[in-house]
Structures are given as structure tokens and as C-alpha cells.
């Protein structure tokens, strides 16, 4: 095939959606995860010139790599510190689980087997077959890779994620222990292309932040830094689930939104541009900001169903400082949860 899209990723097929909606209760960066592992892994079939057909399944199986862990308590997936013995042996049955998941999903046996294997390690102290080298399935390789490479890129419950500088080095780590260095190597040489650009130390740009403006009062600035902290983040998840393309035209969406609802706002890259003070108080504020945020969640629901979307908005909420959130919270920011919204007649 010629013309290969980076951006590509099949649509979420709906069948996949309860095993990740379980999945996404537990573990609220669950969903990031698997996306990021399912399109690292596609990449790495297609730097490996393996057949085409392989991407997509590939993609599937790292969407749902950890599907099994629908069957581990929060408790235990939560955890900070080591795992005690009996903890690591309930955490070593997911790929079983996993297994089992996948294989009542209807998915193909390839697919079935790439997610039993996707621990096994290339020095043989995996799970859960301590396989060794080429007794691991080609595709349980690939997906040991990219479940690694996005365990480092994903926020974990005890730790944000690594910056995208640190994989490098980190990735030395696994050379002979964890993986095939000639399938890392293939999926290294993928990442760029993956996240549109053109060396993957430029992943770090991503993270800026957005611009604070003028404000008449307290509240006026907790409201507008947390909704920008929502707004950036989800950006930057989008940015780099789905890259830069599919990006771009939430973008020119937005902007073409934001003209039509005559809001002197603009979108440009990965950050929401403001000239000026665009609101007269701080209930006009707090109510545009209600309708931007809407318009981003209903371009999201458009590209991967309103389920997920939401899903992946409460995950976002999940990663913003507490004051912020409680701050969005209390004025009703957060609109695609039917929450009660304080009663802004009153205020400035
Ligand atoms: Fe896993
Ligand atoms: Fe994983």
C-alpha cells in the first residue's frame, strides 16, 4: 500500500466499548493507554513491512491489551507502592483474563494470542508463560513494545507521564531483557511519523501551556485556568490519540464554530487564542465556557461515539488539580455530566 497515513486508526468498533467502559472504572487512563499501545503497534507492523491486514488487527489487540484487568480490583490497580505476593499473582492472570475477553469479543486467534503474550519478555521472566525470544508470538512482541512505550507516555494513578524525551533512555532499559531490540527499533523509527512530526523529542512541545489574560476577580481566573487546563489537556490527549491531522480538523471545526457563534476566540495548534478579555462578567464567562467546552466534547462524540467521549472526559477531569476541578464543578463546566449547576443569577 502507498500513502500511508500516520493519522490512521479504524473506527472503534462498539463491541469493544463495554469491555472498556468496565476497564475505564478501574482505571481511568485505561482508555489512553490502549490507544496509544493499539496505534504503536500498528506503526511497528507497518516499519516491520508486515502485511497490512495486521495494522488493524494489531491496533484492536493493543486497544484491549489490558482488557483483562477488568477482573483485578481498583484497589490493587491503584496501589502506589510494591504489590505483596499474593496482589502480583491476581495482577499476573490478566493476560489469561484477557484471553478470554478477546475471545468473546469474537477476535481472531492471532489477535488472541498477541494479548496472552503481550508480558512475556524476550529473556524468559514474563508472564504468564515465562516464553522465551521466538517462542513469543510475533504480535506478542509488537504489543510488549507498545504496551511499554505507552506505560511511559500514560499518567498512571501515583506518577503524571514521562516526557516523551525520557523514552529514549528508558527504552535502552528493556534492549535484551523486555524486547526484541529489532521490533523496538522498528516501533522507535514509527513514533515520529505516528505523532505527525519529525523527531520524537519535538513530542515535548505539546505540553505548553495556554495563556492566562486579564481578570476582574478571583473568580473570573479560576474558572477561565480551569477550563484552559481542561481544554489544553484534552488538546494534547487528542493531539496524541488520534495526531495531528484528525486534530487539525476538530481545530478548523471549532473555529469555524466559534466565528458562526461570533465568539473572538480561535483555535490555533494545540491552544485556545484570545486577544482580549472576551467575556462582560463572570456569568457570560462562566456560559461560553460552558458552550466551548460543549462543542469540543460533541466534536469528540463525532469522532469516537458519545460513550467513550464522555468516558474520556471524566478520565481528563481525573488529571486536573482538585481545585480546578472542583472549581468547574461548582459552575457547571463540566456539561456532558448531568451535575446540578450553581445558579449564576446573583453573581457579577
Ligand atoms: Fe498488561
Ligand atoms: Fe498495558
Known amino acids: 500500500m502507498s500513502g500511508w497515513n500516520p493519522d490512521w486508526m479504524p473506527q472503534p468498533d462498539k463491541k469493544f466499548l463495554l ?26 507492523a507497518k516499519a516491520l513491512t508486515l ?3 495486521t495494522w488493524h488487527q494489531l491496533a484492536c489487540a493493543g486497544l484491549l491489551h489490558d482488557a483483562g484487568k477488568i477482573a483485578i480490583e481498583p484497589r490493587i490497580l ?5 504489590l505483596t505476593e499474593e496482589e502480583w499473582e491476581v495482577v499476573k492472570q490478566h493476560p489469561i483474563v484477557g484471553r478470554t475477553v478477546a475471545r468473546a469479543l469474537k477476535l481472531n486467534d492471532w489477535v488472541v494470542e498477541g494479548i496472552q503474550d503481550h508480558h512475556e519478555r524476550w529473556d524468559g521472566q514474563g508472564y504468564p508463560g ?28 501515583y506518577r503524571p507521564g514521562m516526557a516523551p524525551a525520557q523514552l529514549l533512555t528508558e527504552s535502552r532499559r528493556w534492549i535484551g531483557t523486555h524486547v526484541n531490540p529489532e ?41 477561565y485556568r480551569a477550563a484552559n487546563a481542561f481544554i489544553s489537556q484534552v488538546f494534547w490527549e487528542a493531539g496524541r490519540l488520534f495526531g495531528q491531522t484528525v ?22 495548534g494545540l491552544k485556545m487564542e484570545v486577544t482580549y478579555p472576551w467575556w462582560e462578567s463572570l456569568s457570560h464567562q462562566v456560559l461560553n465556557f460552558r458552550n466551548i467546552i460543549g462543542a469540543i466534547v460533541s466534536c469528540l462524540s463525532g469522532l469516537v461515539g458519545e460513550p467513550l467521549a464522555c468516558a474520556w472526559m471524566d478520565s481528563i477531569l481525573m488529571k486536573l488539580p482538585e481545585n480546578l476541578r472542583d472549581v468547574g464543578t461548582d459552575f457547571g463546566l463540566w456539561i456532558w455530566k448531568p451535575v446540578e449547576i450553581v445558579p449564576l443569577a446573583g453573581v457579577r
Not at 252 to 268: E, R
Open 78 to 82: 491503584r496501589k502506589p507502592g510494591k
Open 247 to 268: 486534530c487539525e480538523r476538530t481545530v478548523d471545526g471549532l473555529n469555524q464554530w466559534a466565528v458562526a457563534t461570533k465568539l473572538p476566540i480561535f483555535f490555533s
Open 51 to 53: 502485511e497490512e491486514a
Open 183 to 223: 521490533v523496538l527499533r522498528a516501533c522507535l523509527s514509527a513514533l515520529p511519523a505516528l505523532f505527525g512530526l519529525s523527531a520524537l523529542s519535538e513530542l515535548e512541545t505539546f505540553r505548553s501551556p495556554l495563556d492566562s489574560r486579564h481578570f476582574s476577580g478571583d473568580l473570573e481566573a479560576q474558572v
Open 130 to 157: 515465562g516464553k522465551m525470544k521466538d517462542e513469543i508470538s510475533l504480535q506478542g512482541q509488537i504489543l510488549a513494545v507498545s504496551e511499554l512505550v505507552s506505560a511511559v507516555l500514560t499518567p498512571r494513578w
Open 19 to 44: 469491555p472498556l467502559s468496565a476497564l475505564l472504572d478501574r482505571d481511568p487512563f485505561a482508555i489512553e493507554h490502549g490507544i496509544i499501545a493499539g496505534r504503536c503497534a500498528a506503526a511497528t
